[in-house]
């Protein structure tokens, strides 16, 4: 593979991608590039590059997809817990050697200040919540619906936008994107009078104030971790898959 018969198909939907859309051209400028985003939110970035929009039809759409615009090498730079999508990704290599690259940002992990209540799965997240407790909740807007039946909690639920389950009278919604400071989550969390923090481990450091200041206020966090994933090619950050395709490329 070469920078000028390389096509790379960079699936969105996280900070990381809008920095690669931007950094790619920049270090591979003869390569063709085209972004995915899977549509789950309407507001999506102009990532400067050819982009499209919604599901490929499963494995072998996207086998199809792949094939009929000559894609050579699949970035896989989704959400930690979009889950389906980089099981096909990895589908697509396994049945016609299209090369993958993840970019699988680090996970959080506990210090000796925090206490934390591990999960595998969402449900058990709900089932880990005592009665009555006030519930900060980051799960996402699919995802919110599984804490419904929780009729005893107070909860704050935080999503960029709207869910599609309503939510119980005694909950307050905020449609916004996570603040970058612990100081403004703390704010949030005493004036709400949180008592947990429930939230699926996305990694990095743009989502981890609400960690801090859990930290910082002894609250309990009830922590989902990630599914997993087939084994690929993996990088941990931004700069380690440019450098990563550089090697890929043959340079």
């Known amino acids: 593979m070469t920078d000028r018969s390389a096509h790379i198909l960079l699936l969105?939907?996280?900070?990381?991608a809008r920095n690669l859309a931007k950094e790619l051209p920049k270090a591979f400028p003869a390569?063709?590039?085209?972004a995915s985003f899977a549509g789950a939110v309407k507001d999506l970035p102009d990532l400067g590059v050819p982009t499209r929009t919604g599901g490929f039809g499963g494995t072998e759409g996207l086998v199809r997809f792949c094939r009929d615009?000559?894609?050579?090498?699949?970035?896989?730079?989704?959400?930690?817990f979009a889950a389906q999508m980089s099981r096909q990704a990895a589908e697509v290599n396994e049945a016609v050697g299209i090369s993958i690259l993840r970019l699988d940002r680090p996970a959080w992990e506990p210090v000796a200040a925090d206490t934390w209540i591990r999960v595998p799965l969402f449900d058990l997240a709900v089932q880990a919540l005592p009665e009555g407790a006030s519930a900060f909740l980051a799960v996402g807007r699919k995802e919110i619906g599984r804490f419904t039946s929780r009729s005893d909690l107070r909860a704050v639920v935080r999503m960029i936008e709207p869910p599609e389950h309503d939510l119980p009278r005694q909950w307050d919604?905020?449609?916004?994107?996570?603040?970058?400071?612990?100081?403004?989550?703390i704010a949030l969390f005493r004036e709400k009078d949180i008592s947990h923090v429930v939230t699926k481990n996305s990694g990095g450091k743009r989502a981890f104030a609400k960690i801090e200041a859990a930290r910082q206020l002894g609250l309990q966090v009830i922590m989902i971790d990630r599914p997993e994933l087939p084994a690929?090619?993996?990088?941990d950050s931004v700069e380690a898959v440019l450098e990563q395709v550089s090697q890929m490329l043959g340079r």
Request: glycine share 6%.
């Open 173 to 185: 919604l905020i449609l916004a994107r996570p603040p970058r400071t612990a100081a403004e989550e």
């Open 69 to 80: 615009e000559g894609v050579t090498l699949i970035i896989d730079a989704t959400h930690p």
């Open 31 to 34: 390569c063709r590039i085209t």
């Open 232 to 235: 690929c090619r993996t990088a």
């Open 12 to 16: 969105a939907g996280t900070f990381e």
